[in-house]
Nanobody
Framework: QVQLVESGGGLVQPGGSLRLSCAAS????????ISWHRHAPGKQRELVAH???????NYTDSVKGRFTISRDNSKNTVLLQMNNLKPEDTAVYYC????????WGQGTQVTVSS
């Protein structure tokens, strides 16, 4: 069983930065692929960034060059550094852990507005 807790969301002006954190309980964290998803009102949930157990990363096109996903297995934590934020990045951001099972966090709200 894995529990995920997201933090770091908030209100930021366009062009600003936020760093989201996904903290996981349980052992075997290093075997999990971790991804960040977002869900904006009126839109489908979208995969934003993904990091596998080897540290390989993938991003959706709209965030490439602006977002960076990283993991620290010693701390059971995955970070999502978000720079040059745009209003269209506004959404609830969720962390997902995937190995033999899939687990989701509760989400953290990110609002980009002037």
């Amino acid at each position: 069983q894995v529990q995920l807790v997201e933090s770091g969301g908030g209100l930021v002006q366009p062009g600003g930065s936020l760093r989201l954190s996904c903290a996981a309980s349980g052992y075997m964290f290093r075997f999990y692929a971790i991804s960040w998803h977002r869900h904006a009102p009126g839109k489908q949930r979208e995969l934003v960034a993904h990091i596998d157990s080897s540290g390989n990363t993938n991003y959706t096109d709209s965030v490439k060059g602006r977002f960076t996903i990283s993991r620290d297995n010693s701390k059971n934590t995955v970070l999502l550094q978000m720079n040059n934020l745009k209003p269209e990045d506004t959404a609830v951001y969720y962390c997902n852990a995937q190995w033999t099972q899939s687990y989701w966090g509760q989400g953290t709200q990110v609002t980009v507005s002037s």
